[in-house]
């Protein structure tokens, strides 16, 4: 992409706001009614929303698609129709009769389609990943579906933009990547014109397809990177983060009490938090947005009025450790090789993995050894099949990777120390400083995790003396940053 392309977009879309709903900012009537007050709060601004399927409807959609392939077909559309009652049930509530029907034909014209899938996977008796993507995907075509119609309802111009006829990907299926010049070629000549004409369009995240219409996703949690994306070919000025919790905190929320809101952030720091396991934001969200300078919000659909987080190319959390990441469902695995480890070995063990479409997160290499940490086992008996005779591999499951995230840990040595000290009397293992300039990371027991996480903040984040007001009531600062 020129840089002359970019400026003139530029232009044209400066006052674009992309706004990315997440599962629980449209799971019922009550989230529907406050994400219509957020768009119409951002009118002036032109509006382009995207929206994660409801809450819980992509894991039901992977629980029927495993029934089916299993032969337990009837399971399978019970999960189905359960999920279709919900959304009629809330059509039901958000939009008149009018607009009920015409929604009503497209919702049972994709659950058919969707029935049929079923009775596909039931028959083939597998869930590939390319099927998986077809099937995965319906959760966000209802939910687009869904919000447009309420939009609508309550007067707003909304436009339903199919993603998948915009989003174009590789075929890489189950964490496909955009090819960006088609995309975001398609993006300006599909939403741009609505927004001309003073229209607010509406996505699904997580779907695209390949350049032959073949369904695919942008892996779990892939709306976030969706509505980056959308952000990026539309040159938005901004890029705003709906979701449940108040901001990026200084950790998982569900996992400590004492979590605070980081104010502001750095790109790079937000980056490394994702990568590591910070649920809030998908991986891949930072990229498009960096590379185009636009600011992200991260803000919570139930307190609209709450400042969020700000991530932007030069910001800081301010402290010496921003924030405190868990990455579950890790396996630590062993590849001994007798013939010792070299460039050869690398290559090979790489290319293994690379054809499994196994991703490994962390390395650390000794004479005979490689220590890898990979999100999935599925492809592990597969990959050791393929190195028998090259290298022995093993590994071990149920295990987490902490991470404490800062854009100067690396400058102070006595991090390192503290971390280890907190945590001596846990099995730690893969203690990683080295890599990168602003992670420090080691490996638990998954049963750990809670307990490490808790100790680091209460180390890391304490508690700053209670204010005593006029009444000799105290209360705690709980912002960050
Ligand atoms: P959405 O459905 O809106 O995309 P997600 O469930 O994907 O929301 O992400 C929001 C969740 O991320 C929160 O409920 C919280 O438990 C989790 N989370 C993990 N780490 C953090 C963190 N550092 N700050 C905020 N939320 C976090
Ligand atoms: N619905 C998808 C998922 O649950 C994508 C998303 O929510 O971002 O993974
Ligand atoms: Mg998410």
């Avoid at 337990?72 to 009769?97: F, K, P």
């Avoid at 709906?242 to 200084?250: A, F, N, Q």
């Avoid at 998908?282 to 987080?309: K, Q, W």
Wanted: a negative charge; aromatic letters at 4%; hydrophobic letters at 40%.
């Amino acid at each position: 992409m020129s840089g002359v392309q970019r400026q003139s977009r530029f232009e044209r879309s400066d006052d674009v706001v992309v706004m990315k709903f997440g599962g629980t900012s449209v799971e019922d009537a009550s989230a529907i009614r406050r994400l219509i007050g957020i768009v119409q709060s951002r009118l002036g601004s032109r509006p382009v929303v995207v929206v994660s399927a409801l809450a819980r409807v992509t894991d039901q959609l992977l629980e029927a698609g495993n029934a089916a392939a299993a032969g337990h077909l009837g399971s399978a559309l019970a999960i189905v129709r359960s999920i279709y009652v919900r959304h009629e049930q809330l059509a039901d509530s958000q939009v008149d009769e009018h607009g009920y029907s015409a929604l009503d034909g497209e919702l049972r014209g994709e659950f058919r389609e969707l029935e049929s899938l079923l009775h596909d996977l039931e028959t083939s008796r597998q869930l590939d990943l390319k099927s998986q993507d077809h099937l995965l995907g319906f959760g966000e075509c209802f939910s687009s579906r869904l919000v447009k119609e309420a939009l609508c309802q309550a007067g707003i111009s909304a436009a339903h933009v199919d993603a998948r006829s915009c989003i174009v990907t590789d075929a890489r299926h189950g964490q496909a990547s955009p090819v960006w010049d088609v995309t975001e070629q398609r993006l300006q000549e599909r939403v741009s014109p609505l927004l001309e004409t003073g229209r607010v369009p509406v996505l699904g995240g997580f779907i695209a397809s390949t350049c032959d219409g073949v369904p695919t996703t942008l892996g779990r949690g892939g709306s976030d990177f969706s509505a980056a994306i959308v952000g990026a070919a539309l040159c938005a000025a901004r890029l705003e983060i709906w979701t449940d919790v108040d901001g990026i905190m200084t950790t998982d929320p569900k996992l400590c009490s004492d979590a605070r809101v980081i104010r502001k952030m750095s790109f790079d720091e937000a980056a490394q938090l994702a990568h590591f396991g910070t649920k809030v934001l998908h991986p891949a969200t930072l990229a498009p947005a960096m590379r185009e300078n636009i600011p992200v919000h991260v803000l919570n659909s139930r307190r609209p009025d709450g400042e969020g987080t700000e991530i932007l190319a030069r910001a800081k959390s301010g402290n010496l450790v921003s924030a405190i990441t868990a990455k579950r469902n890790v396996a630590a695995v062993e590849i001994e090789c007798a013939q010792g480890v070299d460039s050869e070995l690398l290559r090979s063990v790489y290319a293994v993995f690379d054809r499994h479409s196994c991703s490994v997160d962390v390395m650390a290499t000794s004479l005979r050894r490689m220590s890898l940490l990979v999100g999935s086992t599925t492809a592990l008996p597969a990959i050791a099949a393929d190195l028998r005779g090259v290298a022995e591999l093993r590994w071990e499951n149920h295990k987490a990777l902490v991470c404490l995230v800062g854009e100067t840990i690396r400058r102070h040595p006595d991090v390192a120390s503290r971390v280890f000290a907190a945590v001596s009397d846990m099995d730690v293992r893969v203690f990683c400083q080295g890599a990168s300039d602003r992670t420090i990371s080691f490996l638990v027991e998954e049963s750990k995790v809670e307990e490490s996480v808790q100790r680091l903040h209460g180390i890391f984040f304490p508690q700053r003396e209670p204010v005593r007001d006029w009444g000799g009531i105290s209360s705690a600062f709980c912002q960050a940053g």
